[in-house]
């Protein structure tokens, strides 16, 4: 989800023209990431990556899930190349869902 930049008077406004099907899916895109249309386009427009809000809570839960995993195999002392192999898939899970987004 784009992170909310500290306030600023805004003041300018653009306006452009779209489909019907381009509207409902700008509207669908800036639901799915918990934010308006306009701060959807702005995001988007500035570069700005969004993340679904959905995306955000499975990476948020792959990232507890990590910490996790690495507490328990430390408590257990398993070999470390369990550990690499285990938080890699992990990482690569994250990192999936962070450029399915982008």
Sequence with gaps: MARSAPK???Q??????LTDDDLAAVREAAESAGLTPGQY????????????KVDM???????????????????????PAAIEAAMQAV?????ALARSEQ
């Design 91 to 95: 990482v690569d899970a994250i990192n």
């Design 41 to 52: 386009a702005r995001a988007r427009t500035l570069g700005h990556a969004v993340y679904s």
């Design 57 to 79: 809570v499975a990476i948020n839960e792959l990232r507890r899930q990590g910490g996790l995993l690495k507490h328990i195999a430390i408590e257990r002392r398993l070999p």
């Design 8 to 10: 600023r008077n805004k």
């Design 12 to 17: 300018a406004t653009i306006s452009f023209r």
